[in-house]
């Protein structure tokens, strides 16, 4: 079975940073598009960012970019996202997200045939 687990969530004041990361078993990320994605509370699925099998990244959401960034370690299994100068509107549950079924699809977050737990950040002052 395929699992994904996430760590490094936490409240946090504006412009503090954190780093996520997921490991991955169950599901090989060499072979796989895998993703960031958050939800805020009582609204949809949003999709950070996406790294490509071969390590290529599709780019990032508008809100985040230059301040976000998406890595993986293959030897690792796992994928990070650095997430710095944190602002309140980042407040959500963020999740990892793997195996997209088509990769021109990959900014989709329903798109994903695997999704973690998630973890929370909350940015607040």
């Known amino acids: 079975d395929v699992e994904l687990v996430e760590s490094g969530g936490g409240v946090v004041q504006p412009g503090d940073s954190l780093r996520l990361s997921c490991v991955a078993s169950?599901?090989?990320?060499?072979?796989?598009?895998m993703a960031w994605v958050r939800q805020a509370p009582g609204k949809d699925f949003e999709w950070i960012s996406s790294i490509l099998r071969n390590g290529v990244i599709t780019g990032y959401r508008s809100s985040v970019k230059g301040r976000f960034t998406i890595s993986k370690d293959n030897a690792k299994n796992t994928i990070y996202l650095q997430m710095n100068n944190l602002k309140t509107e980042d407040t959500a549950k963020y999740y990892c997200?793997?195996?997209?079924?088509?990769?021109?699809?990959?900014?989709?977050?329903?798109?994903?045939?695997?999704r973690s737990q998630g973890t929370h950040v909350s940015v607040s002052s």
């Open positions: 997200a793997a195996e997209v079924k088509i990769e021109s699809s990959c900014r989709r977050p329903d798109e994903y045939n695997y």
């Open positions: 169950g599901l090989d990320i060499k072979t796989s598009t």
